[in-house]
T-cell receptor, first 119, second 108 residues
Framework: DADVTQTPRNRITKTGKRIMLECSQT?????MYWYRQDPGLGLRLIYY???????NKGEISDGYSVSRQAQAKFSLSLESAIPNQTALYFC??????????????????FGPGTRLTVL | KNEVEQSPQNLTAQEGEFITINCSYS?????LHWLQQHPGGGIVSLFM???GKKKHGRLIATINIQEKHSSLHITASHPRDSAVYIC??????????FGTGTRLTIIP
């Protein structure tokens, strides 16, 4: 079974709808991330969480919100979807623990991605 | 500004050729990662390095801190190596900044 799972894998929705993308991991990692990928652009960080009580905005957080329900679960919400949020979304985890602990990034483990289309 | 640039953007080679993909970055870093994105979209971490060189099978990653440059080499390339290779850098803020990727196609 995959260590990092994302649901749904594909979603087509309409402008203005609320959408939730879910990520679950069985790796026992504290750190979780949400990225989006657009053609011709690198992955960009939306939100990240270093533990259940530590959630931070990334470079493109406008229009998104997140919830860290447990160590293993990190959900991304689009409150009112718009067409330019059409993209491939990835969840990732890494092992290093809370802020103030060992510095620097560790190997990141990615989910399979969710392809979201907003019409 | 923290930037990551990869070259080339696209690379096509014959099976068996030695492949080099380059990554340059703008300022000092904590770590540099090389990732592989399969044609189906899945992303796998290949290497994380902060100095020197790492090798795994036919893949070799090197980094030159003074020149702010890293290379990913593939020896004896094979069609199954066809993928997008992504460089990502931690500029000391515990987050990754990603390059736009190099699309590699190996022709049998």
């Amino acid at each position: 079974d995959a260590d990092v799972t994302q649901t749904p894998r594909n979603r087509i929705t309409k402008t203005g709808k609320r959408i939730m993308l879910e990520c679950s991991q069985t790796k026992g990692h504290d750190r979780m991330y949400w990225y989006r990928q657009d053609p011709g652009l690198g992955l960009r960080l939306i939100y990240y969480s270093f533990d259940v009580k530590d959630i931070n905005k990334g470079e493109i957080s406008d229009g998104y919100s997140v919830s860290r329900q447990a160590q293993a679960k990190f959900s991304l919400s689009l409150e009112s979807a718009i067409p330019n949020q059409t993209a491939l979304y990835f969840c990732a985890t890494s092992e290093l623990g809370t802020r103030g602990g060992p510095s620097g990034t560790d190997t990141q483990y990615f989910g399979p991605g969710t392809r979201l289309t907003v019409l | 500004k923290n930037e990551v640039e990869q070259s080339p953007q696209n690379l096509t080679a014959q099976e068996g050729e030695f492949i080099t993909i380059n990554c340059s970055y703008s300022v000092g870093i904590s770590a540099l990662h090389w990732l592989q994105q399969h044609p189906g979209g899945g992303i796998v971490s290949l290497f994380m390095l902060s100095s020197g060189k790492k090798k795994h099978g036919r893949l070799i990653a090197t980094i030159n801190i003074q020149e702010k440059h890293s290379s990913l080499h593939i020896t004896a390339s094979h069609p199954r190596d066809s993928a997008v290779y992504i460089c990502a850098v931690d500029f000391g803020n515990e987050k990754l900044t990603f390059g736009t990727g190099t699309r590699l196609t190996i022709i049998p």
